[in-house]
């Protein structure tokens, strides 16, 4: 079993940054891909972004590209979420998922290409 915690969310004014943080354990997750994804208050949980066992693979929704950059530290057992240039839009839960790679080691976006989920961490975009 994998275990998922995330941290790092928070209240910030539009136009600022927040890094996110999943720390896996339980299990090496080197080779998994991870995700991120949000729920916003009344909608479906939506995918964020997503990399590869070894990083060299990522994928984002384009609502987040070229402002979000997800990343891993193997040896940490982690993975973040850089987020910049926040709007008021991106106000959500975040959840940090995991894929076991017996289903597969590439990122995806969809939901139920992930095993295992943390609690998520909210974060509040004030305009």
């Known amino acids: 079993q994998v275990q998922l915690v995330e941290s790092g969310g928070g209240l910030v004014e539009a136009g600022g940054s927040l890094r996110l943080s999943c720390a896996a354990s339980?299990?090496?997750?080197?080779?998994?891909?991870m995700g991120w994804f949000r729920q916003a208050p009344g909608k479906e949980r939506e995918f964020v972004s997503a990399i590869s066992g070894s990083g060299g693979s990522t994928i984002y929704a384009d609502s987040v590209k070229g402002r979000f950059t997800i990343s891993r530290d193997n040896a940490k057992n982690t993975v973040y979420l850089q987020m910049n240039s926040l709007k008021p839009e991106d106000t959500a839960v975040y959840f940090c998922a995991a894929r076991n790679p017996v289903l597969g080691i590439r990122p995806r976006p969809q939901i139920a290409a992930y095993d295992y989920w943390g609690q998520g961490t909210q974060v509040t975009v004030s305009s």
């Open positions: 339980g299990r090496t997750v080197s080779s998994y891909a």
